[in-house]
């Protein structure tokens, strides 16, 4: 027999073995492709080997679908599309209506393909190793357009939107230097090690998996038990969950089905390479990011970008201590690191401790962590002495270099001027951002944002702060509202405190002084005003022009 015999019969026979398991085809097609029944367990098989075949060409397998036999795709979209597994819906009326906003947003897909290029083929591979549906690399467009300093209201953090309980649950280091919650690899690991546990805990059933991602697995739970009781279905469409999550499992089917057949609803994607985008590069220390920018001839920003779990100008002291780098400027940056010695990977302070200053002033000083001063100086507690020598590890260049670090992107976010007339205010010695906003009834994020400084900032007796306050006339419409009081017997004035007043605004209100407001009324300085509270105003001259 023949070599070229001897090939195709066990190439043949290898096949006819397998012929029991259902093979899903490559096709651009999904419209016969049926879901997979998620209450029913589905044993992975071994992988073969193909001898002899086109070396393009691979087995994958997956737990949801057997065994799939495809091609190294130019296109990520592509390649989802021939591997997507889970049932649409497209009967639901919360997926239509989804999928119509997809179809009118080509610019919002635009961007999210445009953020998602340097992460979706790592999270594809990912995905692969594990065997779980390509269908799941598409949960970050839902959770964050793939934008990886997204930052929700109920604190949930980088393209996978960990909270910050959850992200500790499944090893997600979160301090001052660094957030792993938007670690690129890092959370993607663990985005996927809790999506597995939640897919084990819902029997396979990957929809109550996504809804309880969202919502938390008790809330999952608790409506599965009711329905049972009441002898209703238990599918997702079928719960009774948070209107969010409602609404959170529809988009993911909308985006898929988007992805499967874009023609039909008009829509271009923009085209991402199926090939890796950085490598993982063990840097063996701290590192400055204006160092690393140098070394690649990247910009800090693409730096960032790649490593948003970067918190301050350099990496974290205490690890992990790695970059992703471009696949393309990794040999280089390698390269250039090995040659540069460990005391200029950072810049280096000495500081004599002055009196009265403390680790914490010293730390905001120099832009940095109280705990990386002590370890750098084998400090124990917090207690320093006057005239003793710190060495501080300090970034190469001034603050605003370091566009993308945590304090330029909450002072990126801030409004520099607001409306009404601008004021000046001394800080005087008890006074916080939190008790001037309270007085002057405007917000934190504000304060910080006229005058340039982070919402946590300490601030100091003598330090000058602007306010932009509106006050009667600043309206849209010049008007002065309406105040609303009343006359006594002796013709004195008595205003009932409102929701949101304070001495200050009122004293503007009438024209009179915070002074004579709190001698009138036998009020202390620093008492706040309650809603109901009845003041009296001896003289109140601004009432004669209508106020």
């Not at 499967?260 to 609803?265: E, L, Q, R, V």
């Not at 010695?341 to 905001?364: F, M, Y």
């Not at 300090?394 to 801030?414: A, C, H, I, V």
């Amino acid at each position: 027999m023949g070599i070229r015999a001897f090939f195709i019969i066990t190439i043949f026979s290898a096949l006819s073995a397998c012929a029991n398991l259902p093979v899903e085809k490559p096709s651009g097609n999904t419209d016969n492709i049926q879901a997979v029944n998620q209450s029913t367990p589905v044993q992975r098989p071994e992988p073969l080997e193909l001898i002899g075949q086109d070396p393009s060409v691979r087995l994958i397998t997956h737990d949801v679908t057997p065994q799939v036999l495809e091609k190294d795709y130019a296109d990520v979209w592509t390649r989802i599309r021939n591997h997507l597994v889970l049932d649409r819906h497209l009967e639901n009326r919360a997926v239509k209506q989804r999928v119509a906003w997809y179809a009118r947003n080509q610019d919002y897909l635009d961007r999210v393909a445009q953020r998602a290029t340097p992460y979706i083929h790592y999270i594809l591979e990912a995905l692969d190793e594990r065997g779980m549906p390509l269908d799941l690399a598409l949960l970050p467009v839902v959770e964050s357009a793939f934008h990886p300093f997204a930052y929700s209201r109920s604190h949930a953090s980088g393209i996978w939107q960990f909270i910050p309980g959850t992200g500790k649950q499944y090893g997600l280091k979160q301090n001052w230097w660094y957030d792993g919650r938007r670690d690129i690899t890092e959370a993607t690991r663990a985005a996927l090690d809790y999506l597995e546990k939640l897919n084990d805990q819902f029997d396979g059933d990957w929809q109550h998996a996504l809804a309880a991602y969202n919502s938390g697995e008790r809330n999952v739970e608790r409506s599965i038990n009711r329905n049972k009781r009441a002898n209703k279905d238990t599918d997702f469409f079928s719960l009774r969950l948070p209107r969010e999550t409602r609404g959170y499992v529809p988009s993911l089917l909308a985006v898929a089905e988007i992805v499967a057949n874009p023609d039909k609803y008009g829509i271009t994607l923009k085209p991402i390479p199926d090939e890796p985008y950085f490598e993982k590069v063990d840097i063996g220390g701290q590192l400055d990011l204006s160092t690393a920018a140098d070394l690649t001839g990247l910009t800090v920003d693409e730096l960032y970008t790649l490593n948003p779990g970067l918190n301050r100008w350099a990496t974290d002291p205490q690890g992990p201590h790695s970059l992703l780098i471009p696949i393309d400027k990794a040999t280089e940056f390698k390269n250039g690191l090995a040659e540069i010695p460990v005391e200029e990977r950072v810049g280096w302070n000495q500081h004599i401790i002055k009196q009265g200053e403390t680790l914490s002033g010293i730390a905001d000083r120099y832009r940095t962590s109280i705990d990386t001063i002590k370890a750098t100086n084998n400090i124990r507690g917090n207690l320093i002495r006057t005239g003793q020598f710190l060495v501080i590890p300090t970034s190469k260049q001034p603050g605003k270099f370091y566009t993308l670090s945590l304090e330029n992107r909450w002072l990126g976010d801030l409004k520099k001027e607001g409306a009404g007339n601008k004021y000046i205010y001394t800080v005087r010695r008890g006074d916080s951002l939190w008790t001037i906003s309270r007085r002057y009834e405007v917000s934190i994020r504000e304060l910080a944002g006229w005058n340039g400084i982070n919402p946590r900032s300490i601030i100091r007796p003598g330090q000058k702060l602007a306010l932009w306050i509106k006050t009667p006339g600043d309206n849209d419409n010049s008007q002065k509202p309406v105040v609303a009081y009343t006359r006594s017997e002796e013709g004195h004035i008595e205003y009932t405190v409102k929701r949101g007043d304070s001495l200050w605004l009122i004293s503007r209100r009438f024209g009179v002084t915070i002074a004579q407001l709190q001698k009138w009324n036998n009020l202390t300085g620093g008492r706040y005003l309650q809603p109901g509270q009845k003041l009296v105003l001896m003289d109140a001259p601004a009432l004669a022009t209508g106020a």
